[in-house]
Nanobody
Framework: QVQLVESGGGLVQAGGSLRLSCAASGRTYSGTAMGWFRQAPGKERYFVATIPWSGDNTYYADSVKGRFTISRDNAKSTVYLHMNSLKPEDTAVYYC??????????????????WGQGTQVTVSS
């Protein structure tokens, strides 16, 4: 089993920045990639970003490209989401995810085996 714990959410004004962190524990060696999804009130969960544990590739939703950056610290089994130029439409609960699949469709939430509890991000206008 793997446990994921998010932190760093909060309230910020439009144009501001936040950094989310997600620490993985347990059988983290089984993971191949970690990422983030988000869910706004009354909406489905949508893909935000994913980063494999090895290599330089990163993947982003079009809505956050150029504003969000995902990074990882393998030694700490931690992934970060640096969010800049935040907009009110970024308001959502952000969930950390981890997959154990060697090959996966990064934007499909069914591909991820473990989910965190979520952290609220609220962007005021």
């Amino acid at each position: 089993q793997v446990q994921l714990v998010e932190s760093g959410g909060g309230l910020v004004q439009a144009g501001g920045s936040l950094r989310l962190s997600c620490a993985a524990s347990g059988r983290t060696y089984s993971g191949t990639a970690m990422g983030w999804f988000r869910q706004a009130p009354g909406k489905e969960r949508y893909f935000v970003a994913t980063i494999p544990w090895s290599g330089d590739n990163t993947y982003y939703a079009d809505s956050v490209k150029g504003r969000f950056t995902i990074s990882r610290d393998n030694a700490k089994s931690t992934v970060y989401l640096h969010m800049n130029s935040l907009k009110p439409e970024d308001t959502a609960v952000y969930y950390c995810v981890l997959t154990t699949k060697p090959r996966f469709y990064y934007s499909d939430y069914d591909e991820y085996d473990y989910w965190g509890q979520g952290t609220q991000v609220t962007v005021s206008s």
